[in-house]
């Protein structure tokens, strides 16, 4: 499973979106009414049980939720 699906898969589950198409470009912080603050908490913590790494408050930053690519380069810097 590509590291792609992953995150789509935590971000569907985080959520409760359901089956909805996720790709790449899809626009997701502004774009996704179940994003909120606390969905953005939860979905970190979310990444941070699956994949065992440690999101600092310093690092979280609205770039990363602005797309699904976005997110999931996110999650590989925080794996390299």
Do not use: C, W
Not at 55 to 69: K, N, Q
């Amino acid at each position: 499973m590509s590291q792609l699906t992953q995150v789509s898969h935590i971000l569907r589950t985080t959520l409760g979106l359901g089956p909805v198409t996720l790709a790449e470009t899809t626009l997701l912080l502004g774009s996704l009414p179940e994003l909120d603050s606390m969905a953005v908490a939860n979905l970190i913590l979310a990444l941070e049980q699956h994949y065992g790494f440690e999101v600092r408050d310093d690092e979280i930053s609205a770039r990363h939720f602005a797309t699904l690519g976005a997110l999931t380069a996110f999650v590989d810097s925080k794996l390299a």
